[in-house]
């Protein structure tokens, strides 16, 4: 059984500090994901990474980094803390696609993030 | 226009019932699609995956119409523990498997 395990299930933090979220996955997976999820928004990727040291922007990448050193870990890196920052960050993970098919991807428990 | 748009419900049905849920892509190079299930407060699991001829898994049968860029979710024999929100999903024609989540339907089944 995959499994995704984020560090934090709950984090509070102030405006301006630097925010580290820490993702593992157990399963070789190729490609890891950050989405944040916020009511009426739906889920929305920030970044994702397909293999070690390899980062792509997500669609709402703007005021995050990540960082990927090894294939099992992905870090989301908030760099200076905003109030419009606080979300539910989720992490996931996939195999790569195999032909013309991607893979599901699978989630981890998800960070509940409040800066105050 | 949205990616993935679904009706956002929410779905109120008795115990027993039978419900279903569309949903419709823009992207017509979409490749993949998937059910996932999100419980409050929880993460998405995945529920099934969308193969081009339809498929079933128990009381849950899913369908994909390519031609009309729609998905559909169908559940039978609706119990009290299905209550949740159903996210549809594609995966466009881009590589990297990245996927396109629609904001989800929200069913609650009811004794």
């Known amino acids: 059984d995959v499994k995704v395990t984020q560090s934090s299930r709950y984090l509070v933090k102030r405006t301006g500090e630097k925010v580290f979220l820490e993702c593992v996955q157990d399963?070789?997976?190729?490609?890891m994901f950050w989405y944040r999820q916020d009511p009426g928004l739906g889920l929305r990727l920030i970044y994702f990474?397909?293999?070690?040291?390899?980062?792509e922007k997500g669609d709402i990448p703007e005021g995050y980094s990540v960082s990927r050193e090894k294939k099992e870990r992905f870090s989301l890196i908030l760099e200076s803390a905003s109030t419009n920052q606080t979300s539910m960050y989720l992490c996931?993970?996939?195999?790569?696609?195999?032909?013309?098919?991607?893979?599901?991807?699978?989630f981890g428990d998800g960070t509940r993030l409040s800066i105050l | 226009r949205k990616e993935v748009e679904q009706d956002p419900g929410p779905f109120n049905v008795p115990e027993g019932a039978t419900v279903a849920f569309n949903c419709t892509y823009s992207?017509?190079?979409?490749?993949?699609f998937f059910w996932y299930r999100q419980d409050c407060r929880k993460e998405p699991k995945l529920l099934m995956s969308v193969y081009s001829s339809g498929n079933e898994d128990g009381r849950f049968t899913a369908q994909l119409n390519r031609a009309s860029q729609y998905i559909s979710l169908l559940i039978r024999d609706s119990k009290l523990s299905d209550s949740a929100t159903y996210l549809c999903v594609c995966a466009g024609g881009t590589s990297y498997g990245k996927l396109t989540f629609g904001q989800g339907t929200i069913l609650t089944v009811h004794p």
């Open positions: 399963m070789d997976h190729e490609n």
């Open positions: 990474s397909y293999d070690v040291k390899m980062k």
């Open positions: 992207n017509s190079a979409s490749q993949s």
């Open positions: 996931a993970s996939s195999r790569p696609r195999q032909g013309i098919s991607n893979q599901p991807q699978h």
